[in-house]
């Protein structure tokens, strides 16, 4: 009760009761999905997911066998799963794929011998040699990289050093020419004066 002696009690809008009503029967259908519904759909998936993989569409093939996968657990579906992943070129996850389905097989079924064991571990080591190859290749390709970027840090420093001194070289040669016009400027002053008093001394003698 609250200080005025209502109850606490709050009254749910329409709307909150009708999203509560229908996550309630959700959940319940969801809880009534038989082992047998759920085998169904699985085996629904992985029918597509064959014929996806026959096509060679790898990728689709391999979305259908995971949600068959998420359905129902089996080593078949995992191994199908590796297989996109090899035909896909994804080492990592084909090695984890392949050494799940042998251990999957092993746990299910632990006095049977593996179907196809010779092949997936063939298929393991290959993936294994792929994915050192692969890194090989990333890494080589990091060091063309790294080099060609110091090349070209090399090439713009010496672009920058290069332009430096030109731009000093042809700020020398301007002081330079400006200091001869300066000096000429002189010379050509001097010779100006002693022409002057040249002159001048002449007009003096003529009138004496």
């Known amino acids: 009760m609250n200080p005025t002696g209502q109850s606490n009690k709050r009254i749910l809008p329409n709307a909150a009761v009708a999203i ?21 759909q699985a085996k629904a998936h992985f029918g597509k997911a064959e014929t996806k993989y026959r096509l060679g569409a790898f990728a689709e093939a391999l979305e259908g066998y ?56 063939a298929y393991i080591v290959e993936l294994k040699q792929a994915q050192k190859q692969q890194k090989l290749l990333e890494e080589q390709k990091r060091e063309r990289e790294a080099k060609a970027e110091r090349e070209a840090q090399e090439k713009r420093l010496a672009d920058e050093k290069r332009k430096k001194e030109e731009e000093q070289r042809a700020k020398e040669a301007e002081d330079e020419a400006a200091r001869q016009r300066m000096l000429t400027a002189q010379v050509e002053a001097q ?18």
């Open 20 to 40: 509560l009503i229908c996550f309630a029967f959700t959940s319940v259908r969801a809880q009534q999905t038989t082992p047998a519904q759920k085998t169904a």
């Open 66 to 121: 995971k949600k068959a996968l998420a359905l129902v657990r089996s080593p078949g579906i995992v191994f199908n799963i590796a297989q996109c992943y090899r035909k896909l070129s994804d080492a990592k996850q084909g090695i984890f794929y392949y050494e799940l389905y042998l251990t999957d097989w092993a746990r299910a079924n632990p006095n049977k011998p593996i179907p196809f064991a010779d092949e997936v571990r």
């Open 191 to 208: 010779r100006g004066i002693k022409k002057t008093w040249a002159y001048g001394a002449l007009g003096l003698c003529a009138a004496a």
